[in-house]
Structures are given as C-alpha cells and as structure tokens.
C-alpha cells in the first residue's frame, strides 16, 4: 500500500470521528436557532395583529359630546335638566322685565302726580295713580282712597299695598332661588346613581375583571348629572341675588317717594 493511501484512509478516519464527535452539538445549535427564528416571527406577528387592531380602533368614529351626554343621562335626567333650564330661563325673563324701573318706581308718575298736587288737583291725582299698574301707582291711589280717613290711615293702607306688591314680587324670585336649589340635589343623586350602577357592574362581573365600557356608562352618568345641576344652579343662584338686590332697592325708593309725596297732607286728621 502506498503512503498516499495511508494518508487518505486517515483523513477519513479523523473526518468521520469529528462528525460523531460534534455532529450532535450542532443539530442542537441549528434546531434552537430556528427555534429562534420562529418565535421571532410569531412575536412578529402578534405586533402585526396589534398594530391592525389598533388601526381598527381608530378607524371607529369618535362620540360626540351630545350623544356621550344623552347615553349617560338617558331620558329621563335629560328631560329634568332641560326643564330646569327652559323654566329658569322663563323665569330670569319674567322677572327681569317686571324688576325694570318703569314698572315699580316709574319717574313721569312721580313728576305728574306731584304736578296734579301742586295744582290741587286731587282727582285728577287720584286717577291718574289708579289707573297706572306700577308699584309705586298702587300705593299713591291706595294712599289717596284712604285720605278722608286721615293721614295715619292713609299712610298705613299705603304701607299694606306696598308690602303686598313687595310680597309678589319676591315670590317671582323666589322661584329662581328654589332651582338653585333643588338643580344641585338632582346632581347628587345622579352622582349617587351612577356609583351604584358602576359598583352592581363589579359585583356581577363573577370574578372576572369588568369591561372598562361597562364601567365607563355609571360613571358618566355619576358625572354629568353633577356637571349639569352646577351648571344651573350656579347662574340661578347668581340671577336670583343681583334681582333682589335691585328689587330692594327700588322697593325702598318707592316708600321714599311716597311718603315724600304724601307728606302735605300730615295735618288731614289733625283738622278734622
């Protein structure tokens, strides 16, 4: 045999010991490598599938304001919040055009009844403050009808018609004053509603963790009714003290200005 077949039947030998040797260790390495390479590809495709759904998500239209507020308050708290606020509107109304100066102390009363005074015209005086509907014509002509009685008479018939017209007006405010009120109990008992609801939600889930929308509706419920019995309450209340305080002061300007116009006829009683 020559020695160039001795090297090659060596060669084989080494060849064929190295591949039992380490043909093991590398079918391991090449099968957890693509191990590897699958578990990238799923997590690949679990991102993909994210990512779609978030797509899909945004590609939803978003709720509007109006119709996130109807689903929480529902028929029957948007029915008492929109009357609340039409009645309240209605009243400011009414009551703003009754609080103006021309209907409790109008000024061209006081300068023709005085002038009907300085003439001695006392029917005429009389007539023209019955037949004017403010305030202040319902105390002068109550005044006048009772002057024959005398002056302490007089002055107290003036005073009963002026605390009876003072009393019609604060009844008209009043109202405005019982929204701001009741508007903010509503609320709470909306707020209180709603906890409820979200809390029955978590109650009934049988261990399992809610669903965040489901949650989501008491809660809205809970704070838009809240949101809404402020947002009445609030202005009712502010309307409500800035016309009183108007009202007042009118209303003591009209006792000012008819004791001022009565006041000729102190010694009425006296005489007699």
């Known amino acids: 045999m020559s020695k160039s077949a001795v090297n090659a039947g060596w060669i084989f030998v080494l060849s064929l010991g190295a591949l039992l040797m380490f043909g093991p260790a590398m079918g391991s390495f090449l099968g957890a490598g693509g191990a590897v390479a699958i578990a990238q590809e799923d997590e690949a495709d679990a991102d993909a599938a994210e990512e779609d759904a978030a797509e899909e998500k945004s590609?939803?239209?978003?709720?509007?304001?109006?119709?996130?507020?109807?689903?929480?308050?529902?028929?029957?708290?948007?029915?008492?919040?929109?009357?609340?606020?039409?009645?309240?509107?209605a009243l400011f109304v009414m009551n703003l055009l009754t609080a103006r100066r021309e209907n409790i102390c109008p000024m061209h009363l006081v300068e023709a009844f005085e002038?009907?005074?300085?003439?001695?015209?006392?029917?005429?005086?009389?007539?023209?403050?019955?037949?004017?509907?403010?305030?202040?014509?319902?105390?002068?002509?109550?005044?006048?009808?009772?002057?024959?009685?005398?002056?302490?008479?007089?002055?107290?018939?003036?005073?009963?018609?002026?605390?009876?017209?003072?009393?019609?007006?604060?009844?008209?405010?009043?109202?405005?004053?019982?929204?701001?009120?009741?508007?903010?109990?509503?609320?709470?008992?909306?707020?209180?509603?709603?906890?409820?609801?979200?809390?029955?939600?978590?109650?009934?889930?049988?261990?399992?963790?809610?669903?965040?929308?489901?949650?989501?509706?008491?809660?809205?419920?809970?704070?838009f009714t809240t949101l809404l019995g402020l947002a009445i309450a609030i202005p009712a209340i502010m309307a409500y003290n800035i016309l009183r305080n108007f009202v007042a002061r009118l209303v003591l300007e009209v006792g000012i200005l008819s004791e001022g116009l009565m006041n000729r006829f102190e010694n009425v009683g006296q005489k007699k």
């Open 59 to 89: 590609d939803q239209p978003r709720k509007s304001w109006l119709s996130w507020a109807w689903e929480a308050l529902g028929p029957g708290y948007s029915i008492i919040f929109l009357g609340l606020s039409f009645t309240l509107v």
């Open 115 to 223: 002038s009907h005074l300085n003439e001695k015209q006392y029917q005429e005086a009389y007539e023209l403050a019955k037949n004017d509907d403010s305030f202040l014509g319902q105390v002068l002509s109550a005044g006048l009808a009772k002057l024959s009685s005398g002056y302490d008479q007089a002055i107290e018939a003036m005073q009963e018609v002026g605390e009876d017209e003072n009393m019609k007006l604060e009844h008209r405010l009043s109202y405005m004053a019982l929204i701001g009120t009741i508007s903010p109990m509503i609320g709470l008992f909306g707020t209180v509603h709603g906890m409820i609801s979200s809390f029955n939600v978590i109650a009934n889930s049988a261990g399992s963790t809610p669903q965040a929308s489901d949650l989501a509706k008491g809660i809205s419920t809970a704070l």
